[in-house]
């Protein structure tokens, strides 16, 4: 690896994990004071559902047990072309209106439920999430400011059953707080489906898209590009099913990062316009994907470097007695590194791998997380976790490069 390549990935690494700690400790009040609202909007939540009978009555349980006006709160449950029991489940709620069309598709399922909302307020909840009771109360305050297109929450990890689901838990606490200080940055853009609120005569206007795979940053990037500001607030919570196992894990993050590629491409106007100068260079080109370049391009290279010295030493495995070849291993581990094998190498590696993991840390302790078992896992998060995301981000790319079928 030349200097010159060494020192741009130092450069963004360092850069970036200096701009989030001053980004933190500029906007360290988290939970900012909102007035308090005189009178609660209607709000209309939308639970688009396909083959959901295992979590679909769990989730209409939570909805229902909102602290929030009963008259003013309506919950309607898109059933898609389920071919299991989840309509039979929605029915045994009387104050829940079920929709059932044959198409699949989420964004089909919401455009059908938006036709028949009557509410100011546009809830889009999935039929794995829940929320909490006071959730709907805390997020509408903040439609007070006029400015205010949609409101996101705190999305927690439902179940931390084993390694891959306790990793991405402290994936989603990180993402939060990255998502709180964007949101005080107001470059907030993405609309995720654990109860976000939308104002109503917006989504009605934009609508919901299947043109990518990922209807839900279609539509902030919609409403962004619209004047209006997405807010993301700690306080409410909302808890989201994740996968638990690695290949569903790995089917769900390729929707994702195909998603975030086709939304940036059919939103170019957005990135390269001066009005949105800093969502557009900043978090999506520089924080998104030069960030994302480099990390494929420093572990493609380690694998390839650690693989190459493996079968060296297995082609040598004849002519060396074990002993030396344990010796020529340990010898040659630094080097099956190929970004540490530098020597400017190992000292900009401890400074992004130490502010990383303060920041990592500094995260924990704000949503009160901390504890040892956890702590223990932030290495294997950054070292082993980051670079298998790596290699699905470098998979979805090519995905997309070759135009592979786009499915939901």
């Known amino acids: 690896m030349s200097l010159i390549g060494l020192f741009i990935i130092s450069f963004i690494g360092i850069y970036l994990n200096v701009w989030f700690l ?113 959730c709907l109360k805390e997020m509408i305050k903040y439609f007070g400011d006029e400015k205010v297109g949609g409101v996101t929450n705190f999305i927690k990890v439902n179940e931390k059953k084993n390694l891959i689901s306790k990793l991405q838990h ?42 990518t795979l990922t209807e839900d940053l279609d539509l902030g990037l919609e409403v962004v590009k619209r004047g209006y500001k997405i807010v993301n607030c700690i306080k409410p919570v909302s808890y989201t099913k994740i996968p638990n196992k690695l290949k569903t894990w790995f089917k769900q993050r390729i929707r994702w990062y195909r998603g975030f590629i086709q939304n940036t491409i059919k939103h170019k106007d957005l990135i390269f316009t001066k009005r949105f100068s800093t969502l557009g260079w900043f978090l999506i080109i520089i924080a998104g994907y030069f960030a994302i370049t480099i990390g494929i391009y420093v572990t493609l290279l380690n694998f390839y470097s650690f693989f190459h010295n493996f079968f060296v030493m297995l082609r040598s495995a004849n002519f060396l007695p074990l002993t030396d070849q344990i010796n020529l291993a340990i010898a040659n581990f630094p080097s099956s590194l190929f970004f540490f094998s530098h020597p400017y190498a190992w000292v900009i590696s401890l400074i992004i791998f130490s502010s990383s993991f303060a920041i990592f840390l500094l995260t924990l302790k704000v949503f009160r997380s901390f504890n040892l078992k956890t702590v223990l896992l932030l290495p294997i998060y950054m070292l082993i976790y980051y670079s298998l995301v790596m290699l699905v981000w470098f998979l979805s790319i090519i995905l997309e490069a070759v135009r592979w079928k786009k499915e939901w």
Do not use: M, Q, W
């Open 170 to 211: 402290i994936e989603y606490l990180l993402s939060a707080l990255s998502k709180k200080l964007v949101s005080d940055f107001d470059t907030y853009f993405i609309l995720p489906g654990t109860l976000s609120l939308v104002r109503a005569d917006l989504v009605k206007k934009i609508g919901f898209s299947s043109s």
């Open 22 to 134: 001053l980004l933190f400790l500029e906007n360290r009040n988290l939970s900012p004071k909102i007035k308090k609202v005189k009178s609660f909007p209607s709000v209309s939540i939308l639970i688009p559902a396909h083959n959901e009978e295992k979590n679909i009555s769990k989730t209409i349980n939570s909805v229902l047990n909102l602290d929030y006006p009963k008259k003013k709160l309506e919950v309607i449950v898109i059933d898609n072309a389920s071919t299991d029991k989840t309509s039979e489940k929605v029915k045994k709620f009387k104050r829940v209106k079920l929709i059932r069309i044959p198409e699949k598709g989420k964004a089909i399922a919401l455009n059908e439920g938006l036709k028949r909302a009557k509410g100011e307020i546009i809830g889009i909840l999935d039929a794995d999430s829940t929320v909490t009771k006071s």
